[in-house]
């Protein structure tokens, strides 16, 4: 054995020198902070298995931004939780006036993306309207929600809107109707490959949409991609790139950082990563059990989804990630 000798080692031994050659940037100016805003809420909730993330009241949003401001997050995505549920007929109302109450106080300090997806608003927690028969989700009749309710969130302000839906030619019908609708200059992120995932755990309890398990539809498999067909996530992407979109999303993160590297080598938009509510309170949790460090290893997965290819975080994390990276790197 020789142990004398050193080759890759030479280059790990100063710390300075690790930092000089990393190939990895990871600064808070890639993140986004997700938001969630309920209307009619009186006091703010704690997210269960989401530490520091709130259901938060129509007062206590402008407050929580203004302290994420300070912490160098300039950019968030906005879910809207709505009073009332219903099958159809909709009213984006409340989280139109959220998005407009947030620009006039912040206004170009802030980058605002809204979700817009139906499963807050439906009373059986689907992303999208049913059919007659209620059987299934059907897809035309839910794109033409999806457009109203993205023209409406662009007209009140939002720089970007995020269809999470997952229905065909919403992006196209999205596109038409904000280049209509007078707000051509708006971003269009879509969620274009988003899997079937059960790492949506805490986001759904957040939200309210927790899909009603009837026999036929008891979950979000009809619409969501199938963890095992990473070809579909490459086709609905390239889709999505003809129909419209300006940003690109691989969703959940760290389980899905082959198709995260894969997409992000074939498709040259910018990418986005979504580091969703299961899979950041698994780290919370083990952090709790004393097994981890919860913000060094945060700062890992957050290394290993940039280094996958994903330009824009999203995390729950976002509000910690400037002083987390000194911290840790
Ligand atoms: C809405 C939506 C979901 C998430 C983002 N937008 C949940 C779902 O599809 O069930 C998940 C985010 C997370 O888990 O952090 N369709």
Redesign the pocket.
Known sequence: MDSGKLTLRRARLNPLFRKLTSEVDLSVDHFMQ?LFCVEGLKVKEEIPGLAGVYRETADSILRQIESDLETGVKSFVI?GVPAQKSAQNFSYASTAKMISEIKKRFGSDLFLAV?V?L?SYTDHGH?GVLSTEGDHVDNGRSVTELAKAALEYAAAGADCVAP??MMDGRIAAIRGALDQGGQEQKLLMS?SA?FHSK??????VA?N?VPSKTNSLKD?ATY?IDPARPSDALLASERDVREGADILMV??GLPYLDVLAMLSAKIKLPWAV?E???E?AAIEELAKAGLINAAAAHVESWIALRRAGASILIS?GARNAQKWIKEQR
């Open positions: 997700p879910f979700d997806c499963c992303c999470s839906d969620y988003k790492f949506y755990g805490p986001f759904r939200a949409s979000r969501q969703k959940p979504y969703v509510s299961g950041y729950y």
